[in-house]
């Protein structure tokens, strides 16, 4: 849609949410841990969202595996996909304009793509990443990405999965990784954006309104955000282009609840894992220079 953008649709601010997504052969899945100045929309509140898709089975078939080499659709692209339904979850509960989310993955290609939101070929990332910038442009978030080690994702790698679990079965198999006293709360995609992601996975083309799912309007501000003056993030803002993604051993310690809690929430930037690159300064001619030797020649 056209209109002008905001300057806090590009620069984040403190965090207003922190989720972790995963996915596999089965389905993907993802948690969403709310600052306490996050407005929920109407029908949520202001608790954790739980949310999980099983892929369709013409998808599974499709997935390259060790029985099927000649599969089109990489768990790296599975992956890719469930981190835009993580970000839809968060905008279709919450009012995320002008705030900034922390979404982790433990896959890092995923991690790559989506911190340079571009790909260099015309397979399933590409398709993908154009959603990613209609969905942030339309629902005016600021996403930041960052690496969570996969053991130390046991929520959304159970929301993934464990669909052999109804959702009670499950949260009571995930209650030591939740906040004891917040109930959280479930939220289901809609047909119109698992649609688009599904097509995305085949390479085919959407129209930008695909992703255009209206949310609810937010619930009365009430004690949540808008009286609340968010600062600027103390880290590094750049696009990482100069960041060295580098290998991470598998750590069981990284998920600590003490971070999740509201009130932490808004920090969560001071501890990304992968730091963004830092914006070098620019030069004062733009393009090319040309040495002093070829201007005199010229003359």
């Known amino acids: 849609k056209r209109r002008p953008t905001r300057i806090a649709e590009l620069v984040p601010l403190l965090a207003s949410a922190e989720g972790h997504h995963d996915a596999s052969g089965k389905g993907a899945g993802g948690v969403w841990f709310p600052a306490k100045h996050l407005v929920p929309r109407k029908g949520y509140k202001n608790t ?14 499709d997935l390259v595996t060790s029985s099927n080499p000649n599969g089109s659709i990489s768990n790296s692209d599975l992956e890719l996909a469930g981190g835009l339904l993580h970000l839809e979850a968060i905008a279709q509960c919450f009012d995320t304009r002008e705030r900034t989310l922390l979404s982790k993955t433990d896959n890092l290609n995923t991690l790559f793509w989506q911190r340079s939101a571009s790909s260099t070929t015309d397979k399933v990332p590409a398709h993908l990443l154009r959603l990613f910038g209609i969905h942030q442009r339309f629902h005016r978030y600021v996403p930041r990405h960052d690496y969570l080690a996969g053991p130390s994702n046991p929520v959304a790698d159970a ?65 949540y955000g808008k009286g609340t003056v968010l600062n600027w993030a103390s880290t590094p803002l750049s696009k990482p282009s100069k960041t060295k993604y580098q290998s991470y051993k598998s750590s069981h310690s990284e998920y600590a609840l003490a971070n999740l809690r509201p009130e932490a929430i808004p920090s969560s930037l001071d501890r990304l894992k992968i ?17 002093a030797s070829v201007v005199a020649r010229r003359r």
């Open 159 to 223: 929301t993934s999965r464990d669909f052999h679990l109804t959702w009670p079965e499950l949260m009571t198999s995930l209650s030591p990784y939740l906040p004891q006293r917040a109930s959280c709360q479930i939220w289901t995609p809609s047909e119109q954006i698992v649609s688009s992601v599904i097509s995305a996975l085949r390479k085919e083309r959407s129209p930008p309104e695909s992703l255009w799912v209206e949310p609810n309007p937010p619930r009365p501000y009430g004690t």
């Open 275 to 291: 730091t963004y690159g830092t914006l070098h300064k620019r030069p004062l001619a733009w393009g090319p220079t040309i040495p």
């Open 48 to 61: 954790p969202v739980l949310w999980r898709l099983k892929w369709p089975q013409h998808i599974i078939d």
